[in-house]
């Protein structure tokens, strides 16, 4: 996960000061200068992931140990947030694992080459002078990654 391009959280048309940027943003401005290729998911594609009816209670009913690890690591962290009551209907947003498809895979994701940088305030823009690399600014079928990660963490992917 790395910064908001085109849209913020929550699918918001407004470009956010993303989190994981705005809390180390001369780190971030520093990994801009790595010498090998990069692969960021913003918010753009990243924040839009959440698992909820079928999908979730699939997750939910598994008897997968590492699945029901998860799960209970899930309510226990719910309690203290605002997503307490949700943890039996559907997840938190799945920043994560979308930067773990992208090592992998890139078919279900609208990927650009845009040369990006990071402003002094934290914001993720594109700017000619700054450092090309593979941004996954939309989805192509984000049903389709959404069935990909429920059934990869069950085994059958």
Do not use: H
């Not at 290729?37 to 009816?53: N, Q, S």
């Not at 997840?91 to 930067?99: E, G, I, N």
């Not at 498809?101 to 305030?121: K, Q, S």
């Amino acid at each position: 996960m790395f910064g908001s391009v085109r849209m913020g959280y929550d699918g918001s048309p407004t470009p956010a000061a993303e989190g994981n940027v705005v809390r180390a943003i001369r780190a971030a401005q520093q990994v801009l200068t790595a010498p090998w290729d990069i692969t960021v998911t913003p918010l753009d594609t990243c924040g839009l992931v959440k698992l909820d009816g079928t999908r979730y209670r699939r997750l939910l009913e598994s008897k997968d140990p590492i699945v029901c690890a998860v799960i209970e690591n899930y309510r226990i962290w719910s309690r203290s947030t605002k997503y307490a009551s949700a943890a039996e209907s559907s997840s938190s947003v799945l920043f994560d694992p979308v930067a773990v498809y992208l090592a992998m895979f890139e078919d279900l994701c609208g990927v650009e080459r845009l040369n990006i940088r990071i402003t002094n305030d934290g914001f993720t823009k594109i700017d000619p002078a700054g450092r090309s690399m593979k941004v996954a600014t939309t989805w192509k079928n984000l049903d389709g990654y959404k069935d990909f990660l429920v059934n990869r963490l069950l085994g059958k992917a």
